[in-house]
């Protein structure tokens, strides 16, 4: 992405989960499209979609599982569906696009007429593992290529089994850059901390040791440091990079149900409206917010385009890192709750390979995956990849939030 561009970002609201019973989900869609304004037309199709969908999941799948969501721009929303489950998986997805191909008997034209339909389709599939598919629909006749346009974020989140609400959440906006600091209008892209709040934060050291000296890895004036090298930047003061940056958040409410989730939306709603631009500053205004609440683990990144870097700071037990197709980079976080109680805050700075991706989850999945599970996820979408780390990953025992930016530098 260049400098001067903004990436697209769109926030979405997971509305239900279909698993055991998904014949259930095509009545949920008819309704969410009349609710959204989808209008009668798209309504349909989404309806005709999901039924198709629905079919293939009850007729091939294993341990099948559909979501159906709103997906919102400033100007309009649109539902989302997406399917993820275990296996068979399909050998060859080009050819059972075709109409007319049949593993099953059927006249095989489900994930043909799914892809027409939509607005945006994306789907993986590998033999033993399973399938994730991906049909976007938005209000009026928008036929776009599959992936036009792709938000650059895109992540998924699921309530513990039995339960409808989930206390995982995650959120991107973009920060349009400009030279200013927090708090006065002006300056020349410093960003300072607070001081109003009663945590420990250490004192910023007096000087900051070049790469070489901190890293024993020599590298010539004016170039980056090596990918994968990190440092703390300072706790209270971060010079911010030129143009436009992404701010993600992800939040896990302690525990599940209805206590988690209103953290995780009391999480979303200070984020979506605050105007910090620095991690560091972000995990303040959400301590703020969830006092009295019962409190969350946070991590939230800034990704700054025009030079590849990523600025981190993290509380509490959320898995954050930076992957390539055979590399991992996990970023650093510090004990407490967001809310009740944090000794320390740092921000990181890392230098995020050339087609990479930010990957951050909650403890709902397991933090055991390597780089070559979700390698072959690089060429679809965030959301997709998401999804099939959710499946890969993901626990039965807890609510489960991944939230996954590649697209951005």
């Known amino acids: 992405m260049s400098s001067g561009a ?5 926030e979405y609201e997971d509305v239900a989960w279909f698993r055991d019973e998904p014949q259930g989900a095509r009545g949920a869609a008819a309704a969410l499209g009349r609710r ?7 309504t349909a199709e989404l309806v005709l979609a999901v039924a198709e969908l ?8 294993v341990e099948a599982s559909l979501v159906l969501r709103v997906v919102r721009t400033q ?11 275990a296996g068979p998986g399909i050998a060859d997805v080009s050819d059972a696009m075709r109409d007319g191909v049949s593993t099953g ?6 994930l043909g007429a799914v892809r027409r ?18 049909a976007r629909f938005w209000p009026g006749p928008r036929k776009a290529p599959p992936l036009a346009g792709e938000p650059v974020v895109g992540g998924v989140t699921r309530p513990i089994s039995g339960e409808e609400i989930c206390g995982d959440a995650w959120l991107a906006r973009v920060d349009p850059g400009g030279r200013h600091k927090d708090g006065d209008g002006d300056g020349a892209g410093v960003a300072t901390e607070p001081t109003d709040l009663p945590v420990s934060v250490p004192a910023p050291a007096p000087a900051v040791a070049d790469w070489s000296t901190l890293t024993g890895v020599r590298h010539r004036a004016g170039t980056p ?3 994968g090298r990190t440092r703390s930047v300072g706790t209270r003061s971060v010079t911010l990079g030129d143009g436009p940056a992404l701010l993600v958040m992800l939040c896990d409410g302690l525990g599940h149900g209805p206590m988690a989730a209103l953290a995780g939306q009391s999480a979303a709603q200070e984020f979506r409206a605050g105007s910090a631009r620095t991690p560091e500053q972000i995990v303040r205004e959400l301590h703020r917010a969830l006092r009295g609440t019962r409190g969350a683990a946070v991590a939230v990144a800034r990704i700054e385009p025009a030079n590849g870097r990523v600025l981190f700071c993290g509380i509490g037990n959320v898995t954050a890192a930076l992957v390539t197709p055979d590399s991992r980079t996990n970023m650093l976080s510090h004990p407490g709750i967001v809310g009740h109680q944090m000794h320390q805050l740092h921000t990181y700075e890392y230098l995020a390979q050339p087609g990479g991706a930010l990957i951050m989850h909650s403890d709902g999945l397991s933090e055991r995956w390597v780089p070559q599970d979700v390698a072959a996820f690089f060429p ?6 998401a999804a099939g780390l959710l499946r890969l990953a993901g626990t039965r025992r807890d609510d489960a939030g991944v939230v996954v930016a590649r697209g951005a530098w």
Not at 120 to 128: K, L, N, T, V
Not at 380 to 385: A, C, G, Q, W, Y
């Open 225 to 227: 440091p090596p990918y």
């Open 36 to 42: 959204i304004g989808l209008g009668d037309r798209r």
């Open 54 to 61: 629905v079919a293939n999941m009850r007729r091939h799948s």
């Open 105 to 110: 008997g059927t006249l095989g034209i489900g």
């Open 75 to 85: 100007d309009e929303a649109g539902v989302e569906v997406l399917v993820t489950d």
């Open 117 to 134: 339909l939509a607005d945006a389709f994306d789907i993986h599939s590998r033999p033993g593992l399973g399938t994730v598919q991906l």
């Open 380 to 385: 679809h979408s965030p959301s997709v990849m």
């Open 6 to 10: 903004l990436p697209p970002v769109v």
